[in-house]
C-alpha cells in the first residue's frame, strides 16, 4: 500500500480515484502521518428474497399491531424498533464485509 502526501493527493485525485476503482488502496499523509485513506467500495450484496420478505412481514405485523391499538405506539417502542432495525442492518453489513 502506497503512502501519498496531501498536497500530491489533491493534485492527483483523480489518479487516486482511478486506482481505487482498480482495487489499490492509498494512505495519505499530512506531515508524514496517516491521515486518510481511499480504498475501493466493496459491492453492495445482492438483496436477498428471504430477508426481503421477512422484513415484509414484519412491517405487515407492526401495521395490524398499531390498527389493533388505534395507531398509536410509545415513543420508548419506537426507539426499540429503530435500534433494531439499526442493529440488524449492521449485522448485514458485517457479515457482506466478512467481519463475522
Known amino acids: 500500500m502506497e503512502s501519498i502526501g496531501l498536497f500530491e493527493a489533491k493534485t492527483h485525485l483523480s489518479e487516486l480515484i482511478a486506482r481505487a476503482e482498480r482495487g489499490e488502496e492509498v494512505i495519505i499523509t499530512r506531515h508524514n502521518k496517516p491521515v486518510a485513506k481511499i480504498v475501493p467500495i466493496s ?52 457479515r457482506a464485509a466478512g467481519l463475522k
Open 43 to 94: 459491492p453492495q450484496p445482492a438483496s436477498d428474497p428471504a430477508q426481503r420478505q421477512a422484513m415484509l412481514a414484519r412491517m405487515a405485523a407492526l401495521r395490524a399491531d398499531l390498527a389493533r391499538t388505534g395507531g398509536s405506539m410509545s415513543r420508548d417502542d419506537i426507539v426499540q424498533d429503530i435500534r433494531d432495525m439499526r442493529d440488524e442492518q449492521t449485522e448485514r453489513k458485517m
